[in-house]
């Protein structure tokens, strides 16, 4: 690995080419990944591939009337001082805000290697291409920001918040909401039974938190296990695990906790006046994101959490 300082003129001419190839690349990765959700925003990140496909023609174009036809491989992670970047254009689906802000790091990289390379350029045409690629990578944001304007109407702009709250839904409020209703739900009957059958505060909690951290880690690699996301669009399929599973275990947990109260009455009490917290968030998350209406959605949950509550309480008294 070399320091930047050591480079010779025609060494930075083929890292700049290299640069340029590079982000032309990532761009393209940006297209690909955004066009099918963010159509808008793809094109943008398409105007901006081809403005880094000029920015290499024109340095390529003058590497040859230098130096001749071979161009050395130099890239950026042979030469100090590059930061190493995070690959997201890899991950699919991809976040538009993410994109963003990789796009904005690869400008101000890229407009801070040019000042430096022309300030240690001696050649004169060499100094002038990397002084006025440094000043369009200067403005590349402005001209981003005129692209967005340009290319993102209102109705366009509206299709991809209506996209990204897709996604969000698809990818966050599922797997949550899964699990939640599981973790509520289905927890019901054991730790109910527990406290019914026993009348004992303690041994109620310890059947409630094995029943929540076991509900949690089963839900958790089946979400993760179910798909790879790669067709349906829902994200990483670890992520969702770890969404789902944390979902349950706190669904469970809520109506749990109430049992570390010593007095087995008033315990009672309040984890049955948790569990009706409990089913109200959740008839407000299928009201909210899943479009569900509201009474549909309150009959639907307290129906199910009735019957697994009623299941408990005739075991617990058996």
């Known amino acids: ?3 930047f300082n050591e ?5 930075i001419l083929a890292l700049a080419i290299s640069l340029e190839e590079e982000d032309e690349r990532v761009y393209a990765d940006f297209f690909e990944g955004l066009r099918e959700n963010y159509a808008g925003s793809a094109a943008v990140f398409d105007s901006m591939r081809h403005e880094e496909s000029e920015h290499r023609r024109r340095l390529i174009e003058l590497y040859r009337q230098k130096f001749g036809e071979h161009i050395p491989l130099i890239r950026r992670q042979d030469v100090k001082g590059f930061v190493q970047r995070t690959p997201v254009w890899l991950v699919r689906p991809l976040g538009l805000d993410t994109v963003r802000k990789q796009a904005s ?3 101000v990289e890229t407009r801070r290697f040019y000042e430096r390379a022309a300030a240690r350029a001696q050649d004169a045409s060499i100094r002038q291409l990397l002084d006025d690629l440094a000043q369009e990578e200067r403005t590349h944001e402005d001209r981003a920001q005129e692209l967005t304007e340009e290319k993102l109407r209102p109705d366009v702009k509206e299709d991809e918040d209506k996209a990204r709250r897709r996604l969000f839904v698809l990818q966050i409020v599922q797997p949550g ?15 109910f039974a527990a406290a019914l059958a026993t009348k004992n ?10 029943a929540s951290l076991g509900a949690g880690i089963s839900m958790g690699f089946a979400e993760a296990l179910s798909d790879d996301g790669s067709l349906t669009g829902r994200g990483h399929p ?3 695990g770890l969404i789902c599973g944390a979902m349950t275990t706190l669904g469970g947990i809520g109506h749990t ?25 959740i008839t407000w998350v299928r009201h909210r994101f899943m479009d569900t209406p509201v009474f549909s959605a309150a009959l639907q949950v307290g129906l199910g959490g009735a019957l697994v509550f009623i299941t408990g309480i005739l075991i617990g008294r058996s």
């Open 177 to 191: 909401l899964a699990g939640l209703m599981d973790g509520s739900v289905s927890t019901l009957a054991p730790v």
């Open 257 to 281: 906790l109430p049992f570390l109260v010593p007095e087995f009455r008033i315990a009672l009490g309040i984890a049955m006046a948790v569990v009706l917290v409990e089913l109200g968030v």
């Open 7 to 11: 480079l010779s003129e025609r060494e």
């Open 1 to 3: 690995m070399k320091n």
């Open 105 to 107: 790091a690869i400008e």
């Open 238 to 240: 670890w992520v969702r």
């Open 201 to 210: 505060s303690w041994d109620a909690f310890l059947v409630g938190l094995a």
